[in-house]
């Protein structure tokens, strides 16, 4: 067999080819220690290049983004579509408006679309999106406008068979609202040009739980295959949007009880759990009111506030991470396994930093990595996309029924590449990694060389 580049060689070229971005780093190195001892008796992954080739967008825009605010000042900030990698289907992730958006995270992010959307077994490609824009604080009004100039540049670049942006971060049903009408206005067309959109207008029933419920359902078929359920099992949630509420609420219909959520700010503890009552007061003061987690212990007196903090070190046995990318270090890995923690579902997207990863796997804690534990939301987008494209309304039992099965496809992908000789556990992020690259590369080595 010939000689093949080592993955150092590999990590080498992808970070002097991409200086600064720490997080794109991170990503690639997690996948790809996975797959090159997988792809390592597999010459022709090597001799076509397949890693180098994932791991360099087929496309990235970059563009401005000019709008007004009420006071009449002009504001500019950046946007970014990447296009990572279409070759089982048109672009498919989420737009991102966050302050704290730039290339790498975008790039990290479009590259673990790629492998996620791969696992759904949906036909859908990699991408992402967004903006250093932070729609907190600002006007329905000026928030309308934001979107409104981001998709003058956008749309260019997007259709229902090319690139299907939906909903993350800061991004939910009014921002996908205000740039599908412009979209439409823009080119006088109407299709399933982005998922996550009202029911109104062609949206899917289910779209905004199905992250939430996904992560839940990724954690019982964990635990099912190890003969355990979350019936009685207390657990810790970070985040309060849209997967962090849905994850809390699927949580609860389980028989599980919900101690914690937060913000960006800090966490709240509710040692009475928190039911499906104060879940839905949780979602309106996000979703209407657009308020702060601390508001939830003038509401309930059951419950701390711990300003600045992450609900880590509270004692659980089963933890949902569904805030935002490495929130989760090596000293909170070792609290939640020294308190027992025994299965960790990943709602966000890589919020767990790698040492803290191996400290979970080293620790046999269950661990179900975001590509498989998060797909829930991108399937159901998939199913969307669907629906659009042959002009029906698919009804709310069915669709749970398609996500139920799609998250036990993805265990099921993930028990056959990650088992690990000569022990009965199994290793989720390799088998999540490896069912995901299959896919990809097969498709890829179908094209040749483009
Ligand atoms: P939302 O904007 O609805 O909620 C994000 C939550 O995370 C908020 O509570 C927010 O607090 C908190 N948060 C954001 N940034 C930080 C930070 N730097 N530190 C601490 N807390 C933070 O987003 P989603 O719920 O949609 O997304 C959450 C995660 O799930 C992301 O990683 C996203 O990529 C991932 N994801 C989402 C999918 C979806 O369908 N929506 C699909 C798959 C993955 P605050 O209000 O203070 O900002």
Redesign the pocket.
């Known amino acids: 067999m010939a000689d093949h580049p080592t993955i150092d060689d590999f990590m080498d070229g992808v970070k002097r080819r991409n200086p600064g971005e720490t997080e794109f780093h991170q990503a690639v190195y997690e996948v790809s220690s996975t797959i090159y001892p997988y792809i390592a008796d597999k010459p022709k992954y090597h001799k076509w290049e397949i890693m180098r080739r994932i791991a360099e967008p087929d496309r990235v825009i970059i563009f401005r983004v000019t709008w007004q605010d009420d006071a009449g000042n002009i504001r500019v900030n950046r946007g970014y579509r990447v296009q990572n990698n279409n070759a089982i289907g048109p672009y498919k992730g ?1 737009i ?1 408006f ?1 302050p ?1 958006v730039n290339l790498s995270i975008l790039k990290f ?1 479009g590259f673990e679309q790629t492998f996620k959307n791969s696992l759904t077994g949906l036909p859908m490609g990699g991408g992402k999106g967004g903006a250093d824009f932070n729609p ?1 604080g600002k006007s329905d009004a000026e928030v309308m406008r934001f979107c409104q100039s981001f998709m003058n540049e956008l749309y260019r670049h997007i259709g229902e068979d090319i690139d299907v942006p939906a ?4 991004v ?1 049903g009014r921002e996908i609202g205000y740039m599908f009408g412009q979209w439409k206005r823009l080119t006088s067309r109407f299709t399933g040009v982005l998922t996550g959109k009202g029911l109104e207008y062609g949206g899917s029933l289910i779209r905004p739980e ?2 939430g419920y996904g992560a839940v359902y990724f954690m019982e078929d964990m635990l099912k295959n190890i003969g355990d359920a979350i019936e009685g099992k207390k657990c810790i949630v970070s ?6 509420t849905f994850a809390a609420q699927k949580i609860v219909h389980r028989g599980g009880k919900v101690l914690t959520l ?4 800090g966490f709240i503890f509710d040692e009475a759990g928190i039911d499906l009552e104060k879940i839905n007061w949780i979602i309106d003061l996000k979703t209407k009111r657009r308020g702060r987690i601390s508001e939830y212990t003038q509401q309930f007196k059951s419950a701390k506030y711990f300003e600045g903090q992450r609900p880590w070190n509270v004692p659980a046995d089963l933890a949902f991470p ?4 490495n ?1 989760i270090a090596l000293p909170d890995a070792q609290a939640m396994i020294k308190n027992g923690v025994k299965g960790v579902s990943e ?3 890589m ?1 767990t930093s790698q040492d803290a990863v191996h400290a979970f796997l080293h620790a046999n804690v269950l661990f179900g990595p ?1 590509k498989a534990a ?1 797909a829930g ?2 399937s159901v987008s998939g199913l969307e996309m669907s629906q659009n494209a042959a002009h029906i309304t698919w009804k709310e039992g069915e669709l749970q029924v398609h996500l139920r099965d799609i998250m036990t496809g993805i265990h099921d992908k993930c028990l056959q590449y990650g088992g690990m000789p000569g022990t009965k556990h199994i290793n989720y992020v390799q088998g999540a990694n490896v069912a995901g690259f299959v896919k990809v590369a097969d498709a890829m080595l179908a094209f040749g060389v483009v």
């Open positions: 989420g991102r966050h704290s992010l907190k909903g993350d971060i800061g939910g199905a992250t985040g309060s949007g849209n997967v962090a937060s913000d960006s700010d569904c805030a935002t990318q929130e709602g966000a997207n919020p975001a998060n939301g991108v």
